[in-house]
């Protein structure tokens, strides 16, 4: 069984403190008594940080939250994603226990959009828009803005929020900086220590005469991760019509190493008082090595816990290197003359995945006449006699597969903005355009083998601590009998190839104007996109080939208002509406057709649009404190998802016909609170406590409709948005003195819908459980520059659970055990 340190969060422990946001917790001004040396580099380093996150925040004419780069290592965070959970309505999608992908205001990450010093990041997967950011280490950092509401000279392709990731600059700093960073991890579930080493560095010179005008920053991240997970799962596969009996469920077990490699390098030239440069360069390598043993129990019928009867059981590997990387090169600059101001930008961010050839499933096959299981929410298997006879499974073939995914994106961006006076009121005016081009292919092949064999001659050990798992398979002994040229599986090759291209050109004018206390911009936005798109189908065994293309455009109005309450208080509103493409795999343009079975991609599926709704309220508490509370609609169109079409009108001739549509209105009402505060006003040593919470509360329906075969008529029904939880939020409790900073963070993802299994039948759809998780950080100065750190990650063993309709029900669980982290710092500051 496993340990739960704390119970999961009720709604009512997160509507009064629910979570830390990393860019609003930190020191404020210690008291004068403790300080010294070592005290002014470690508050001035990370209070003042946080400080100018949050001026940044205050002063942005949107709505937004910034962290920077000290704030962020005061996190047991491993990539930009992990440290993007900290902050308020900001939550994350784990892979294998790990950040990945990042949720906005409760929306999926495929409607968020990313940049990283200031031009889009295209995505490495093949199918997605989202951008799985722990591909980034959080080490090449300078600062982290999740933009909420978005202004007319912002990319209008977002629907929850933007990430904009900024690497360092030398002008961040004063003089000479640099920081040497090394620690080791232990994973307690594998038993696996693994390696961690950064660098980074910066100055300043003087090219000529007069003061600094050269600057060059540059780092370099590197490390790698062994770790495991186990995992018992059906995919959903009940039969909720024959008193919830289960048609079959796997055994995995994941041995797994990660590599994370980043390099940023960027230079800043000041030409004149009045002229500037800059480049920006970012690569960022992550390998991702998989070997995965699993036990598939599939029954010949549909049984109930405890029974046992006929069963195949097949012994599976998937053995597999993925690699994905991301360059970004920007080019910029800006001249001021007089009152007008010119930016401009050239940016060109190239993404790719790839898997080498390899084994991408190895099956040896067993029948059995007494296996069944026991459980519903984590099935434990009841094996059947010579289960652990190895010489009963024969090798029934092997898939080999290598695929590569490119996805590239050239920016150029002009924009000039003149100050003025209107009404004797100070006022400015800024326009501008942006032509941006987007190319993303796809390309797979598939082998098959079929060798003879049996597994005896093939077995290996499996450490899986969920169960028994008998022998699996030694991928060393099955790469010999790939090494030939195979049979190349045409059809299954040629239907997952594609290249799609999005052509866009942008144009927007908008103004500001301070009225005393209040400021408004306004402005729109115009967008048209020119889309593309070849692939191929399977129509029974014959490939044909798929061409589509059409284009559209949008206006995009944006108003807002940022009204000053007091001198700390800040009321802000916004009316915005914004646009984001369906994924790629939604707009594919491949097909297959089995008989009376089908699935289609639809690249006719309309851009998602949503008009938006943003009202809140910012109160500053001195030095590093803030409160707020925001409050925001969305009026979502043209909302796609997955539905089968088989016997509607135009799918007459198929039983099944799987397709994407875009679906009838969405909406989505949300409530963001945050807090932070240390309370320096108690005496020593209460003074260096610390707190921060934050919640978002949101609350989304969407309607959907699905063809009835069986009546003859289309069914409507409501659904929550996909990706979408009710609540999230963040609590954090630390402490700071002249030496030590402790910080003790718990995250919380409440439930969301997973997928929609079945649009007839909600009994069907597949829900991610709450997810809660406990981290700890802890810092030492050991001297006035050199730091040790100790982490702790999960450490109350969070496992992953999802259902398949009701909570008893599994589609998967799977547990990962806690990560221990020792490393040193050494820091000029």
């Known amino acids: 069984m496993t340990k739960r340190l704390i119970p999961p969060f009720s709604r009512t422990l997160l509507a009064t403190a629910v979570a830390l946001a990393c860019s609003q917790v930190q020191a404020e001004d210690s008291p004068a008594e403790t300080s010294n040396e070592l005290e002014t580099v470690r508050v001035i380093g990370q209070a003042a940080s946080t400080n100018r996150a949050l001026t940044e925040q205050r002063e942005a004419d949107n709505i937004e939250t910034t962290t920077r780069a000290d704030d962020i290592g005061d996190f047991p965070?491993?990539?930009?994603?992990?440290?993007?959970?900290?902050?308020?309505g900001v939550s994350i999608e784990r892979d294998q226990g790990e950040g990945r992908f990042v949720?906005?205001?409760?929306?999926?990450?495929?409607?968020?959009?990313?940049?990283?010093?200031?031009?889009?990041?295209?995505?490495?997967?093949?199918?997605?828009?989202?951008?799985?950011?722990?591909?980034?280490?959080?080490?090449?950092?300078?600062?982290?803005?999740?933009?909420?509401?978005?202004?007319?000279d912002m990319d209008g392709n977002s629907l929850g929020g933007t990430v904009e990731v900024k690497t360092l600059s030398a002008f961040d700093r004063d003089g000479l900086f640099y920081s040497v960073s090394g620690a080791a991890s232990y994973d307690e579930h594998t038993d696996q220590t693994s390696p961690e080493l950064a660098v980074a560095a910066s100055n300043q010179f003087s090219l000529g005469e007069g003061a600094n005008n050269f600057g060059v920053a540059g780092a370099i991240s590197w490390g790698e991760r062994d770790f495991g997970s186990d995992n018992v799962e059906t995919g959903g596969?009940?039969?909720?019509?024959?008193?919830?009996?289960?048609?079959?469920?796997?055994?995995?077990?994941?041995?797994?190493?990660?590599?994370?490699?980043?390099?940023?390098?960027?230079?800043?030239?000041?030409l004149s008082d009045d002229t500037s440069l800059y480049l920006r360069t970012l690569h960022s390598e992550f390998r991702d090595e998989e070997i995965r043993q699993a036990n598939i129990f599939s029954f010949d019928a549909a049984q109930q816990p405890g029974q046992t009867g006929i069963a195949e059981v097949e012994k599976e590997l998937k053995d597999r290197e993925e690699t994905q990387d991301i360059s970004s090169f920007v080019l910029g600059g800006q001249h001021l003359s007089g009152d007008w101001t010119t930016d401009f930008r050239v940016g060109y961010s190239t993404v790719q995945e790839e898997e080498p050839r390899h084994a991408d499933s190895t099956v040896f096959v067993g029948d059995f006449t007494d296996a069944g299981y026991t459980g519903t929410r984590k099935p434990s298997a009841l094996y059947p006699s010579g289960f652990y006879d190895d010489s009963n499974y024969e090798l029934d073939g092997i898939e080999v597969t290598e695929g590569k995914t490119t996805d590239e994106q050239v920016d150029i961006a002009l924009d000039f903005t003149r100050d003025m006076y209107w009404n004797g009121n100070p006022a400015s005016i800024k326009f501008g355009g942006k032509a941006s081009q987007r190319d993303k292919d796809s390309d797979v092949n598939v082998w098959t083998y079929e060798p003879d064999g049996v597994l005896t001659d093939f077995a290996t050990d499996v450490d899986y601590q969920l169960g028994n798992f008998g022998s699996g398979i030694d991928a060393d002994r099955i790469n010999p009998l790939v090494a030939g040229a195979g049979t190349l599986e045409d059809v299954d090759s040629a239907i997952e190839d594609f290249e799609m291209s999005e052509d866009r050109q942008a144009a927007y004018l908008m103004g500001t104007v301070d009225i005393q206390q209040l400021r408004i911009l306004a402005g729109v936005r115009y967008e048209k996109l020119d889309f593309e798109a070849d692939g191929f189908g399977d129509d029974n065994g014959t490939i044909t080939?798929?061409?589509?293309?059409?284009?559209?455009?949008?206006?995009?109005?944006?108003?807002?208002?940022?009204?000053?309450?007091?001198?700390?208080?800040?009321?802000?509103?916004?009316?915005?509406?914004?646009?984001?493409?369906?994924?790629?795999?939604?707009?594919?343009?491949?097909?297959?057709?089995?008989?009376?079975?089908?699935?289609?991609?639809?690249?006719?599926?309309?851009?998602?649009?949503?008009?938006?709704?943003?009202?809140?309220?910012?109160?500053?508490?001195?030095?590093?404190?803030?409160?707020?509370?925001?409050?925001?609609?969305?009026?979502?169109?043209?909302?796609?998802?997955?539905t089968d079409k088989g016997g509607s009108p135009g799918f007459e001739l198929f039983s099944d016909a799987e397709t994407f549509e875009n679906g009838n209105d969405a909406s989505l009402y949300g409530l963001e609170l945050a807090y932070s505060k240390q309370f320096s006003s108690l005496p020593a040593p209460f003074n260096g406590l610390l707190m921060g919470a934050n919640a978002t509360f949101v609350d989304a329906t969407a309607e959907i409709d699905a063809f009835d075969e069986d009546t003859g008529v289309t069914v409507t029904r409501d659904i929550a948005l996909p990706s979408q939880s009710d609540v999230t939020g963040n609590l954090m409790f630390g402490y700071e003195d002249?030496?030590?900073?402790?910080?003790?963070?718990?995250?919380?993802?409440?439930?969301?819908l997973q997928e929609v299994s079945d649009p007839l039948d909600k009994r069907y759809d597949i829900y991610t459980d709450d997810h809660v998780q406990l981290d700890f950080n802890g810092h030492y100065f050991l001297t006035e520059d050199l730091q040790l750190t100790f982490e702790a990650i999960n450490i109350n063993d969070e496992p992953f659970y999802a259902y398949t309709g009701k909570e008893k029900f599994n589609a998967q669980y799977e547990e990962y055990g806690p990560t221990f982290k020792l490393g040193l710092s050494l820091k000029n500051l």
Do not use: C
């Open 545 to 642: 080939a798929s061409h589509f293309e059409e284009d559209e455009d949008h206006w995009l109005p944006a108003l807002h208002l940022r009204y000053q309450l007091t001198n700390d208080t800040l009321v802000r509103a916004a009316v915005t509406r914004s646009v984001v493409r369906p994924t790629f795999e939604q707009l594919s343009p491949g097909f297959e057709i089995d008989g009376d079975e089908a699935s289609f991609g639809n690249p006719e599926l309309k851009s998602l649009e949503s008009n938006n709704l943003d009202l809140g309220i910012e109160h500053y508490m001195g030095h590093a404190g803030v409160v707020s509370a925001f409050a925001f609609y969305k009026d979502i169109k043209n909302f796609a998802y997955l």
């Open 738 to 752: 002249k030496r030590l900073s402790l910080r003790l963070a718990a995250n919380y993802t409440g439930k969301f």
């Open 77 to 88: 965070d491993n990539n930009v994603s992990e440290s993007l959970q900290r902050m308020p």
């Open 237 to 270: 596969a009940w039969d909720f019509d024959d008193n919830n009996a289960l048609e079959e469920f796997e055994q995995r077990d994941y041995m797994i190493t990660r590599e994370r490699l980043g390099v940023a390098l960027n230079f800043d030239y000041l």
């Open 103 to 152: 949720r906005v205001r409760g929306v999926a990450p495929d409607l968020n959009a990313v940049t990283v010093n200031g031009i889009q990041v295209p995505a490495p997967e093949a199918g997605r828009r989202a951008v799985a950011l722990d591909v980034i280490p959080a080490d090449l950092l300078e600062s982290l803005t999740v933009v909420k509401t978005l202004t007319p």
